[in-house]
């Protein structure tokens, strides 16, 4: 399989909207979470998030029904940019990934209904948008879109878009993918992972000593992937390549990752397989890091089984919070990022090492970036890994 | 849009709860107790089409358009009217994890997708499982989704193309198929076209899509089918398993978004 070239990005997130916003505050590893305000998670003492500083409504022309897919359309917007709207007869795949979609709008509808059930009469504009592919759907429509695929598998899925998208290329089933990975803040996430005890008081804290936990986000990163007939057609800048997609399920515990990161190593590897590269020719890994003790050990441990020694390594959680379905795109656009301006982003939150871990990550080291690992995981033992690339190996 | 690459069909595996009163008597009681419904009908129809298979499934695709949605009603209820919800409801709530229960059950390690297109959803698995490698296969692509009591009180208010389409109820089963790219004595194959937007006309659309097929290839009607999610996989498994040899188009129809598909069946 070929590497596929990348000749849009998007991203909107804690940081606001733009890749250049997000790239500035995860390289240098800024604190980007505050306490939740944008949703009533009816708790006494609401989580810190990296929340979005705006209502992405406010950044459209004409608003969207829900906030997950007005992230992706700013998001989407942004990456279609430089095509500029000459887009002739290539054919568009829309991939897009998420958790929630509009569920936001379902837990509202379902408060009031359990109260009062006269307010069953508004079901269908407010149940619209729960099913995941009504994001999709409507970014397909608006983009022209000739097919839809619509991938959700908790916080890896936004990998997926990407693998799944660079094999419709690879396999020529499309010219051009719009891959998204979106996510709104929500009741049954913050709820959620609350009931599991998952949630940092503090803030996440990957990698470090002290770390106890994640912190939600949201957000939306779009990739515009292209094969190279099309690249040449639309006369764009190749960003740099989607090379290789790895994916595998741990087959150990719903919750919990397996303890020596057995399928976190096998999604890295059957990446750099892909990519047709061996891991001492990775420069850095864009980690999943999202500060909750047994995942950022888990991890750890499969990057040591995978490299050896590894690369310099960091998380954006601290600054993104973990926007979950968009956390794999969003992540992978500012890993390229970080390739394009020779920066490693900095782990925002690390302070203390942790003799288990026995690795730190990066402080925002600057030099040339010519492959990254972007790695994702998620609930039921889901990962995914992709390998991106300056240039074609 | 073509076609997906012709996938061979080497088993199936079917649980339509209403017709099958014990349809989960093989589960153990731990699991009965612990294990959302949906989780049971899908593990009830994977262990159904692997029976007697002699090669090990390498990845697993699932299709699912609203996953557990039981489990979701029931943890935002917890949340709103006790104040606090329950992980065990959380967890099955998020669409992929019956993947990753089916994973672990059979100890499937390579890939785990969930696509969640609507009616869509097991076009949209079977274009997935063309893009995997040939080592992950023989994959498992396994349609479910439940029916619950909720629905059937919001339906009377859901717009009227919903409302139409969903005439015949949320009939709720689990359809798994297990598919390889070589097979000698296969059921049959599977391919894919779309999930495409359908445009003002969804029915002339699919009408469309299935031209694409060829003249061979016999149309169902989309009028006489139900928008039930797991209706295309068993319009599917109904003609695989009838035997009687042929072409055909199954449609596929999300109200909610309008997009459309058509499943190619070679019996």
């Known amino acids: 399989m070929s590497p596929v070239r990348i000749v849009g990005m998007g991203a909107v997130c804690s940081a606001g909207h733009g890749v250049d916003a997000g790239f500035r505050a995860v390289a240098e590893g800024r604190d980007g979470l505050t306490a939740l305000s944008v949703v009533d998670a009816e708790l006494k003492t609401p989580p810190l998030c990296g929340q979005l500083p705006r209502d992405p409504n406010e950044l459209l022309e004409s608003r969207v029904p829900n906030r997950s897919l007005a992230c992706s359309v700013v998001a989407a917007e942004e990456a279609l940019a430089p095509l500029n709207n000459r887009r002739g007869d290539l054919s568009l795949a829309v991939v897009a990934a998420t958790t929630v979609a509009g569920m936001t709008r379902s837990e509202a509808f379902y408060r009031n209904y359990i109260k009062d059930h006269t307010v069953v009469t508004h079901a269908s504009r407010e149940l619209r948008y729960h099913e995941p592919t009504t994001l999709t759907a409507e970014l397909a429509r608006r983009y022209g879109a000739s097919l839809s695929l619509t991938v959700s598998t908790a916080c890896s899925t936004g990998l997926h878009a990407l693998g799944l998208g660079k094999r419709l290329i690879d396999k020529g089933r499309c010219d051009l993918v719009l891959a998204v990975g979106a996510d709104a803040l929500s009741l049954l996430t913050v709820r959620g992972f609350a009931s599991l005890t998952l949630v940092a008081p503090d803030g996440c804290r990957p990698f470090d000593k002290r770390r106890a936990g994640i912190s939600l986000g949201e957000g939306a990163g779009v990739m515009v992937l292209a094969s190279e007939r099309a690249a040449e057609t639309l006369g764009v800048e190749t960003l740099g390549y989607v090379s290789g997609w790895g994916a595998s399920a741990d087959c150990h515990h719903m919750t919990a990752p397996h303890p020596e990161g057995r399928g976190a190593a096998a999604a890295m590897s059957a990446a750099l397989a892909e990519a047709g590269i061996e891991p001492a020719q990775v420069d850095y890994i864009a980690a999943h890091g999202t500060g909750t003790p047994d995942n950022d050990l888990a991890e750890a441990k499969a990057l040591q089984a995978v490299f050896g020694t590894v690369p310099p390594f960091s998380s954006m959680k601290r600054t993104l919070g973990h926007t979950l379905g968009a956390s794999g795109t969003l992540e992978a656009v500012l890993a390229v990022q970080a390739m394009r301006e020779g920066r490693i982003p900095a782990s925002g939150g690390f302070e203390i090492p942790d003799e288990n871990i026995a690795l730190e990550p990066s402080g925002g080291e600057t030099g040339e970036l010519t492959h990254v690992v972007k790695n994702a995981f998620g609930f039921g033992g889901n990962n995914a890994s992709v390998v991106l690339s300056r240039g074609a190996a | ?267």
């Open chain 2, 1 to 267: 849009m073509n076609a997906t690459t012709p996938l061979h069909v080497l088993r199936t595996g079917v649980v339509v709860p209403s017709t099958e009163p014990d349809w989960n008597a093989g589960i153990s009681p731990g699991d009965k107790r612990r294990s959302p419904r949906i989780w049971q009908m899908a593990s009830v129809a994977v262990a159904r089409a692997l029976d007697g298979l002699n090669t090990a499934p390498r990845s697993l695709v699932s299709a699912t358009a609203l996953g557990a949605l039981d489990e979701t009603r029931l943890f935002l209820e917890k949340v709103f009217t006790e104040g606090l919800g329950s992980p065990r409801n959380f967890i099955a709530s998020v669409h992929n994890s019956m993947a990753g229960k089916l994973a672990l059950d059979h100890n499937i390690q390579g890939p785990n997708l969930t696509l969640c297109d609507g009616q869509n959803s097991l076009a949209a698995a079977l274009v997935a499982a063309d893009l995997l490698t040939p080592e992950d296969f023989p994959t498992v692509v396994v349609a479910v989704d439940e029916s619950i009591p909720l629905l059937e009180d919001l339906l009377p208010y859901f717009a009227p193309q919903c409302r139409a389409g969903l005439r015949d109820g949320w009939e709720d089963a689990a359809v798994a198929l297990v598919l390889s790219p070589q097979a000698s004595d296969a059921q049959g194959t599977v391919s894919a076209v779309g999930p495409v937007p359908g445009g003002e006309d969804p029915a002339a659309r699919i009408e469309q899509l299935a031209a694409t097929l060829g003249s061979d290839v016999q149309a169902m009607d989309l009028s006489e089918t139900s928008s039930s999610f797991v209706q295309p996989a068993m319009s599917v498994c109904q003609l695989l398993t009838a035997g009687d040899g042929g072409r055909f188009a199954v449609p596929c129809h999300a109200p909610t978004t309008g997009a459309v598909a058509i499943i190619d069946v070679c019996v």
